[in-house]
């Protein structure tokens, strides 16, 4: 037994621990008056207990099939699907998707007769049947769902509805009884709700799959401790917000599968829909001889998969004393850095004139695989000369003109030649022995040897 001081207000009832002049529930003043409050210590007992020490040779590993949703870029995010006894946190900025795509998946599963429980802090449980009605087909019987805030009351339908999913929608709305009085959000709250769902995620007779949404702090960091995301088996973030199409599902964390592993939507009226060819999405279609100056295409590395990805590039003369360098799609360091090179190196005055950068739908180059295509993007622009639309070019360019090669080559070229390309250029000495079928592979040394080859 525990005696403990606290305030409460004597207009609401608000308990505090600690004397405030205001309270912060009923907005009364000098309402707060001191009493002692006797709690029971069950922290001990339920923190204690004793697991049976095992050999690691002995241990036996779950080799149950994975929860597969049918949604191809979430599964493979997920590394294949979600395990059965995993605890995954999904996380963006307001309006990014996180919600919407936490329903589809839990759709997705009680169509294969799994049990599901969508419990909400946030939202009534109309408002959640009127997002279902719209992103989804039908709406299955075995769809659960839950409007409260107290984690308590999660349990006790835990224990009614037996789910094999669990969904918290966030975690930072939920808040357990025997930590009041502080409030949900607090560190102590959030991080007591995670570990009791760990808990019944973790439970050998009866493992559950939990997906929890968490909220984003200013920082675009998953608010509360940073414990938190140890705790769990996956984070995910979902980037992209607003009128952006584009939303794309990283693993930051993933114990069961590939840490960086990226996967791609569109965001439409009926919810996210899955690009199962990036490689199609991020490329303007064109008829073979349509070409028009100022693209080029190269090869990324988004997570585990190459992606052909389109930049074009605007040049225009200036008509004021500092040229505008603008590009939504790539650092702005990083962008004057190219273009001092493609002016020093490649022999192209870019000091007078105003360049404009962008990628085909909307994809952020984080690779410096993408900086050839870049700069022959603004050539290209330069001269007013097309290049083929089945030419690429991947190679990082140094300071000194020189082309520099880059990881995962073979498997950037792989993705060219079965996507039907003619051409790509790539540092001398880029590649090991590798023969496409159809793929000119043509090496080259320094980025003005390659602007006299292709635009004479």
Known sequence: ??????????????????????????????????????????KTAKTVSRQPVSRLADVE?????????????????????????????????PGGGKSTLSLMAAAALAKQGYRVLYASGEESDSQIKNRADRILDTIEQNI??????????????????????IILDSIQTFSLAEFLPSRAG????????????????????????????GQMNKNDEIAGLRALEHLVDAVLLLEGEGADELRCLVATKNRFGSTGEMGFFTMTETGLASIDNPSEYFVTK???????????????????????????????????????RISETMKKDTMNTLISILEQRGNLKLYDKNVVIKTTGGLYLKEQAANLAVLMSIASSVFNKPIPSDW??????????????????????????????DKVFIPTGGIRDTHPEKLEIIEVKTLSQLIKMIFK
Request: aromatic content about 6%; overall charge neutral.
């Open 186 to 213: 607090n560190p102590t709250q959030t991080m007591e709700c995670a570990s009791v769902l760990v808990a019944q995620a973790k439970n050998k007779k009866r493992p559950r799959a939990v997906i929890m949404i």
């Open 392 to 421: 690429a070019f991947i190679a990082d360019v140094g300071l000194t003109g020189e082309l520099k090669r880059i990881p995962s080559m073979e498997t950037r070229v792989k993705e060219l030649d079965r996507m039907g390309f």
């Open 61 to 93: 590993t779950g080799n149950d099939p994975r929860l597969k949703t049918g949604i191809t870029e979430f599964d493979r995010v997920m590394g294949g699907g979600i395990v059965k006894d995993s605890v995954t946190i999904i996380t963006s900025p």
């Open 286 to 324: 064109r008829q073979k001889g349509d070409n028009v100056s100022g693209s080029a295409l190269t090869v990324l590395k988004e997570g585990s998969r190459p992606v052909i990805a389109e930049i074009e590039s605007l040049v225009s003369m200036s008509f004021t004393p500092y040229p505008s």
């Open 1 to 42: 037994m525990k005696i403990k001081t606290i305030y409460k207000c004597n207009n609401c009832g608000y308990k505090s621990p600690k004397w405030a002049g205001k309270c912060p529930d009923c907005g009364e003043w000098n309402t707060f008056e001191e009493s002692e409050e006797q709690k029971n210590s069950t």
């Open 144 to 165: 659960y769902i839950l409007a409260d805030t107290s984690m308590d009351r999660v349990l006790d339908a835990i224990t009614e509805v037996d789910p094999d999913l």
